[in-house]
């Protein structure tokens, strides 16, 4: 017998009427007779609600009561989904992380996930229920509360699927796929029908906020093909699974725009082995997010110039640990470049496929958009511009690459 | 080391001021030099605006997933209030029942308590933390989420305290003590500064809303002193305790108002052995709730009158199984007796204390209330009277005790 893991986010469980529109789709699921295991995110704005609160109370909360505060957002979502599917007659039971065992490490906020156990869901599932999973949350091995990390309940229901060895990981959410470009800012911008994990993955790390990467890691790693759809209609979405040899034709296959980002300089670094290493140990351990790195050298190789992008919030932090970090090595200055936005390109191939660099250069040089930093990997370009240059950058390189002629849908189709 | 627990109710938690305050009050507790349990409640109606939930999406939830969505209400107040007590640099550790190991049999939505585990709750106490503990909830033997009935934290913090053999379970509230009738009703009455458990469960059970009747017989079973008290004010509340010899001296200690009641009269009933214990097997069987029972005999001893009083929500429903039932028996006819009320004297040695009834129905008369039923036992007399004259009878009954005499404290002072 077939299983079927869907996952339902806070928009699509936002009021009585959307809960039972997702109990409709498991219980259509199920009398198309697959086994169906259901993960669900917190209410509409819940979480951020939770936060709320503890915000009034303190601005350091112990990490250990945010996690017991936060998860209760998901196990309301799963009692009122178990009434949900029970009021329309069907079999249903919920189950919170530790009823049903799923078990991380102990390292509140974002614990990741170290096993789950079978019995109880094989059993319920036997049982003829559909079994209804609060995603986000686990407990270690001490029965403490963990959780995730924000959006990770995506990642649940990947795990749940890889565990399960369900044929499909279904992500319903309010978009309705995954697009070639933000569709707010590109509107010629076209559904992909599927995609690689390697390609969303790049997507998602470059500003596509579709969907938790870690979801997409237990995906590939466990080759599950994960399906995001919208839930507010039937339309098929975009299925992000194992690259196939059709895939491959197309270099890029999509833009993205990372916003409200700056650029911390380190110049006239001394060029010895280790430097780099201290710089983003030390970066690290202030728990400041390191985006892309960059580093050239010059004076004959003895000076580097180190630049990595961060979050625009956390810039101020990481310009005062490199300067005192560089104090101590007694050489070097640090700059920041405030204001600054990354745009990528993403796609296979994309250094062996020679131009397509040259072509996303030229298109930006045409469209007046000047570029301070550049990094390239296998799978992608990224170009750090100007914030108020950023929504016309991404639509110049939707057009240089012919994007919109993708064999996908627009936007509204 | 002395031990206290603490309880505050949803009124006290209702906002993070009030969440501040509770846990000031704790901490001045630990600074004494006590150890220190804390019980909550959910934060003001959050119980009631998950019902609500609930209801929008049916109108029969199944009773395990109702307590699962309920338990979320408390477990959101153990982590902000483990937070606050943080924020004012103290230590503090939340516990659910399922960490704490509070187990409840398996009837959901009415789970009665079965064993707590000390293991838990001694190790975290010994490290010096102020340790809180979600009201209401517990798991049974299978890990499933139970809860003890609305209002029941009252019960929690009671069996906590007599667990841990604590000096005092203090039940934080919105009303400062038990007074000698409600002060909406009757300006004069007195707080109490103690009160025996069988007179106040004798209240509780006539209509005082003050506290779980539960926790009280929890008190009483381990003899573990209750002190009810505002959470607003450092005034001393009323402590309920052991009857010693001083509070024999006073009769009637209190008078109550139980309204929105009505009698089911089940006339000409064959007065035979066993009749009565197929009507109640029969109303118990609909979850009907039964409040008081009088039986008259007539004709020799052949026939029986028996009444009893019911909510005025459920007569109607009682009407018709007495109904059916007397049907098969052939014999009698059933009346309902609706619109009235139930005013009670409670105190001690109402028997013995001869001339204490008729003080009351002679009170009553002088003041023109009609009494439908009397029923009376070793601690409480009640009348049955018509819903309107229910807070004249009250009043005219404090009077006729002389309660606004006793040794207490009358309202706002």
Chains 1, 2 share one sequence.
Request: charged share 20%; glycine share 8%; hydrophobic share 45%.
């Amino acid at each position: 017998m077939s299983l079927i893991v869907q996952k339902f986010g806070g928009t699509s469980l936002a009021d009585a009427e959307k809960i039972h529109r997702a109990a409709r789709r498991a219980i259509r699921a199920e009398l198309d007779g697959q086994r169906v295991v259901l993960v669900v995110s917190a209410m509409g704005k819940t979480t951020d609600d939770l936060l709320s609160l503890a915000g009034q109370l303190t601005v350091d909360p112990p990490k250990r009561e945010l996690d017991v505060l936060l998860t209760t957002g998901e196990q309301v979502s799963i009692a009122l989904m178990a009434m949900a599917i029970h009021a329309a007659g069907h079999e249903a039971i919920s189950l919170t992380a530790a009823q049903l065992g799923l078990f991380t490490d102990s390292a509140h906020t974002r614990a990741r996930i170290q096993s789950i156990s079978r019995d109880r869901i094989e059993r319920e599932l036997s049982a003829g229920k559909i079994v209804i999973v609060a995603g986000f949350q686990g407990i270690d091995s001490s029965g403490e509360i963990t959780t995730l990390g924000r959006g990770a309940s995506d990642t649940t229901a990947a795990a749940l699927a890889a565990m399960l060895d369900a044929n499909v990981c279904e992500i319903y959410t309010d978009v309705d796929g995954v697009y070639s470009a933000d569709p707010r800012v590109v509107p010629q911008a076209k559904k992909m029908h599927v995609i690689s994990y390697e390609v969303m993955l790049e997507m998602a790390a470059s500003g596509a906020s579709v969907m938790h990467s870690r979801a997409i890691e237990f995906g590939k790693k466990f080759n599950v093909p994960i399906h995001v759809r919208s839930s507010m209609t039937d339309a098929e979405g975009t299925i992000i699974m194992a690259e196939t040899p059709g895939m491959e034709a197309i270099s890029v296959q999509g833009v993205t725009l990372k916003e409200d980002l700056a650029v911390v300089e380190l110049n006239g670094v001394p060029n010895t082995p280790g430097i780099a290493a201290r710089v983003f140990a030390e970066v690290g351990r202030h728990h400041i997010l390191v985006d892309d790195i960059v580093q050239n050298i010059y004076d004959g190789g003895k000076f580097a110039n180190l630049a990595f992008s961060t979050n625009a919030s956390e810039a101020d932090e990481a310009k005062v640990v490199c300067e005192q970090l560089l104090n101590n090595l007694g050489a070097g200055t640090v700059e920041l470049d405030e204001g600054v936005c990354k745009v990528s390109a993403i796609g296979v191939g994309m250094r062996t496929h020679t131009g397509i660099a040259a072509t996303m250069f030229d298109a930006m040089s045409k469209a007046k958009v000047n570029i301070d930093n550049i990094s390239t990997s296998e799978i992608v370009i990224s170009c750090i511009v100007r914030q108020e240059d950023g929504p016309k950058a991404l639509r110049c390189l939707h057009d240089a690459f012919e994007l919109d002629k993708l064999n996908g849908d627009s936007e509204g189709s």
